[in-house]
């Protein structure tokens, strides 16, 4: 019983395709998360401990283990830039 070899080129193309899309997908994720893995499962607090990491360190994923913040993170919140609004509505 011969194979079909005509049927072999789009299963390879197809195939590949799915590699090159599978790999590309991976390698953005990767990127956009600074080589850890993806977060699942993200709640309330774990957006103010990313928040909380954007300030001290300038990335979402990035992490730091000084026990004392750079003088920077003082002023560098964003909530101080709707101290104005809170004030005319409280």
Request: aromatic share 12%; glycine share 6%.
């Amino acid at each position: 019983m011969p194979v079909p070899f005509e049927s072999l080129i789009p299963f390879a193309i197809i195939s590949g395709m799915f590699l090159v899309t599978g790999t590309g997908i991976q390698y953005a994720q990767n990127k956009r998360n600074e080589g850890k893995t993806v977060r699942y499962s993200v709640d309330d607090w774990d957006h103010k401990m990313m928040q909380r990491d954007k300030q001290l360190t300038g990335t979402l994923r990035g992490q730091v283990d000084a026990p004392v913040a750079s003088e920077e993170f003082k002023v560098n919140s964003s909530w101080k830039v709707y101290e104005s609004l809170r004030n005319d509505f409280a």
